[in-house]
């Protein structure tokens, strides 16, 4: 198994809109509708706010939002605010009870 | 208000075993809602699941380490834990517990804050 491939970094700047792509195979994000993708901020727990490709859990922003087409996952965020600044990681199931990680991007608001 | 904490040495010598705890509060490891996981962040790198395991002790493990990861539960101290054998430096990561719901659903909807490990001699 090989990482999603993220973007190492995305910035923007405040109000305007970031899109991370997440790139994987067609024996992961391909196949599976079993996105998720996760805030870390510094010192805090790593947060979901995506799951299921495009599912908000219950207080998550609608500012963030999100889609798949293909072997390709994106996540948008809109509005962007400093708040928004941390580091972004997608997540897709794989098979056979695995799943698999990107590596990472680093959202800055200018 | 449902909390994973994880705990451990932070350094551990090579080829010795890597032990971890997560804590569970709020919510008991035997609920047939959730499975137990453990995830890791080596330093500058992305995040590698490791494992999981359910209430009926069922595990799975992250290929790539399946040879050297342990996951049990404890259900009498309402925790869960890792063992990774044989570490090399390459194991230094940060090591985040969290849960998913059960359901072939696959995402983690809470995580520990995470406890850092150092391979070193």
């Known amino acids: 198994q090989s990482a999603l491939t993220q973007p190492a970094s995305v910035s923007g700047s405040p109000g305007q809109s970031i899109t991370i792509s997440c790139t994987g195979t067609s024996g992961d994000i391909g196949t599976f509708k079993l996105v998720s993708w996760y805030q870390f901020h510094p010192g805090a727990g790593p947060k979901l706010i995506i799951y299921e490709v495009n599912k908000r859990p219950s207080g998550v922003s609608d500012r963030f939002s999100a889609s798949k087409s293909g072997n390709t996952a994106s996540l948008t965020i809109s509005g962007l605010q400093a708040e928004d600044e941390a580091d972004y990681f997608c997540c897709s199931y794989a098979g056979f009870a695995t799943v698999i990680f990107g590596g990472g991007t680093k959202v800055t608001v200018l | 208000q449902v909390q994973l904490q994880e705990s451990g040495p932070g350094l551990v010598k090579p080829s010795e075993t890597l032990s971890l705890t997560c804590n569970v509060s709020?919510?008991?490891?035997?609920?047939?809602?959730?499975?137990w996981s453990w995830i890791r962040q080596p330093p500058g790198r992305g995040l590698e699941w490791i494992g999981y395991?359910?209430?009926?002790?069922?595990?799975g493990s992250n290929p790539s380490l399946k040879s050297r990861v342990t996951i049990s539960l404890d259900t009498s101290k309402n925790h869960f834990s890792l063992k990774l054998t044989s570490v090399t430096a390459a194991d230094t990561a940060v090591y985040y517990c969290?849960?998913?719901?059960?359901?072939?659903?696959?995402?983690?909807?809470?995580w520990g804050r995470g406890t850092s490990v150092t391979v070193s001699s």
């Open positions: 969290a849960r998913f719901p059960a359901g072939s659903r696959w995402f983690f909807d809470l």
């Open positions: 395991i359910y209430y009926t002790e069922t595990t």
């Open positions: 709020g919510v008991s490891v035997t609920n047939d809602t959730y499975y």
